[in-house]
């Protein structure tokens, strides 16, 4: 098998040659020719063989001072390979049952996928949900919010329509309290009676210039035979009806 037949070219019995794939250009053929063939004859148990040691053991030329530098620069960057591979010319039965049996020193990616998966931390409530319960007093389920969202999609396919109910849900509604809070000069008073905190709610249910709206959602509601139901704050503004007319 020739060197690029060598998937992990950094593995202690790869060719010498393989890390040619690596290293351009690097003239490895006096480390062959001197009989290095493989990448654990470069390492031992302190690391990368020193020059001058490997000149003494395998009569390398200084002219390949060049090519050792650029390996060991290699080696070097691929740290935990580099530690894995020290001593790997000497391995023993014994030392490979402890391998099999010692912790990894270092968790691997696919380790801490599936940490971070078993100690996901349970789903927060939407913020906006919250608020809504904060507002009308009453405590959603996921069921409810989860209606609240996507029903109206379902009843009707006017973007404006749709647009008008997601910008009340998620309260983007600039009422005079909340514009009172960026610009404090101005009245958190409501706009249509003049006496009252401006919150979302009391604009749209509370007030009582609102009122005759709601008195006419009711007529129509009767002539269109629908039965009577409680106008309550989440059914008028987060569109959740009783279980009667839900299906």
Known sequence: MGAVGYRNTFHPKSPILALRAVVPDTLLKHWHEAGITRISQLINDEGIIPFPDLQIQWQIPNCAIFSYLQLKSVLNAHTTLSQEMRGSASVTPHLLIERCWASPTKPKALTLCYKSWQEL???????HKAQWETDCGVTLTEGDWLHALNDLSKWTKCYSHIEAHKKLLYHWYMTPQRLHRIFPTTSPTCW?????????????????????????????LDELGIPRFLLTKTTCLLLLLPALLSS
């Open 121 to 127: 931390s349970p789903n927060k409530p939407h913020p």
């Open 192 to 220: 249509r009676c003049n006496s009252t905190t401006g919150t979302l709610i009391h604009l749209w249910c509370s007030c009582g210039d609102v009122q005759p709206l709601w008195t006419t959602v009711r007529l129509v």
